[in-house]
């Protein structure tokens, strides 16, 4: 190349702007769109962005996933809501349906109580687990949690939801059978009438689509305690 030329090229690339010679995309801040199934609050929007979590969005998501036996709420691990981030970007999912995070310590207690149990050390306990529900995918989005080896994942199959938290890694699936059937529209002699989780998370009357009553959403949040406390790992 001639010398001159070369010379003006490396003027020229000196004299431009870094942000010219290089524009890079903006990065796009991570989002969640989720539903409370006891409380029928939503979440939706960013958490995280360049520059790492978003303090106000996890404050909103500390009260959102809160315990709602008594109101009660702590920090919520952010690398828990990274992994079910990934987990519903894993399997496309544009909105999830949370049936547990927090739990006190006497909430957990109280669940320990019951016919199964539960981890006397539970990762809820701290902040660091969420049970969810998905309309579609549900055993796609558990063996793409288990293949993150992000923490611990639970698959509840005929339950019809999965466990994920930020613990030790390790994986474990139990059977038990009730709660699923509720979830995909089936009916049950405790409630007014059938219920169902719309596509849109929301709990509702199967027949009329319209939400469910105040009593309804109390005799599921006796369903949900039991079906929670399923595995003696969590």
């Not at 969640?32 to 979590?53: I, K, M, Q, W």
Request: a negative charge; proline letters at 7%; charged letters at 20%.
């Amino acid at each position: 190349m001639d010398r001159r030329l070369f010379m003006s090229l490396v003027a020229w690339l000196a004299a431009v702007p870094a942000s010219a010679r290089a524009a890079p995309e903006p990065p796009v801040p991570r989002r969640l769109n989720l539903v409370n199934a006891h409380t029928g609050e939503t979440f939706s929007g960013p958490y995280r962005n360049d520059e790492g979590p978003i303090t106000d969005a996890m404050s909103d998501l500390s009260i959102f996933l809160r315990d709602f036996h008594c109101g009660a709420s702590i920090p919520i691990d952010v690398n828990v809501v990274d992994f079910l981030a990934n987990v519903m970007d894993a399997v496309g999912a544009e909105k999830a349906t949370v049936l547990s995070a927090y739990r006190t310590p006497e909430t957990n207690e109280m669940l320990a109580r019951t016919t199964f149990g539960v981890a006397e050390h539970s990762q809820h306990m701290y902040g660091r687990a969420v049970d969810i529900y998905l309309p579609a995918h549900l055993e796609e989005a558990m063996q793409a949690a288990r293949a993150m080896n992000a923490g611990g994942v639970g698959w509840y199959p005929r339950s019809g939801f999965i466990h994920i938290d930020t613990g030790p890694v390790r994986n474990w699936t139990l059977d038990g059978q009730g709660f699923g059937h509720l979830l995909l529209g089936g009916s049950s002699p405790w409630f007014s009438e059938p219920i169902a989780i719309s596509p849109g998370g929301d709990l509702v009357t199967r027949r009329t689509g319209h939400p469910a009553t105040a009593a309804d959403r109390l005799v599921l949040h006796r369903l949900i305690e039991n079906a929670i406390g399923l595995s003696p790992r969590r």
